[in-house]
């Protein structure tokens, strides 16, 4: 059984809509810099996890505040937490 905040419920415009950050970047991010991988459903819409909510504010604090360019987030990421970030490819399973 999934924990609470790994369960994917949210759709991308409520991520956007909670975040901040508009839909279309929040889409890049997966596509081109592969820093989320949301859940999906049969249908192919995005879910995300309160845990992937609060990556998505984690990626726009370190891009707004600290100017880390996307290029250089998933590196970030991974020191400050010592573990790797893996999102996976769209579409895989």
Same mark, same amino acid.
């Given at each position: 059984?999934?924990?609470?905040e790994?369960?994917?419920?949210?759709p991308i415009r409520?991520?956007a809509a909670?975040?901040?950050?508009p839909?279309?970047?929040?889409r890049?991010?997966e596509?081109?810099? %592969?820093?989320? =991988?949301?859940a999906?459903t049969r249908?192919?819409?995005r879910?995300?996890s !309160?845990?992937d909510?609060?990556?998505?504010?984690?990626?726009?604090?370190?891009?707004?505040?600290?100017s880390?360019?996307?290029r250089?987030?998933?590196? %970030?990421l991974? =020191?400050q937490?010592g573990?790797r970030?893996e999102?996976?490819a769209?579409? !895989?399973v």
């Amino acid at each position: 059984m999934k924990a609470p905040e790994d369960l994917p419920i949210y759709p991308i415009r409520t991520a956007a809509a909670l975040t901040g950050v508009p839909a279309r970047r929040i889409r890049s991010w997966e596509v081109e810099y %592969r820093l989320l =991988s949301p859940a999906r459903t049969r249908g192919g819409h995005r879910l995300y996890s !309160s845990r992937d909510i609060a990556l998505i504010r984690r990626i726009r604090h370190l891009m707004e505040t600290e100017s880390v360019p996307p290029r250089g987030i998933k590196a %970030r990421l991974e =020191s400050q937490s010592g573990a790797r970030v893996e999102a996976k490819a769209p579409g !895989s399973v």
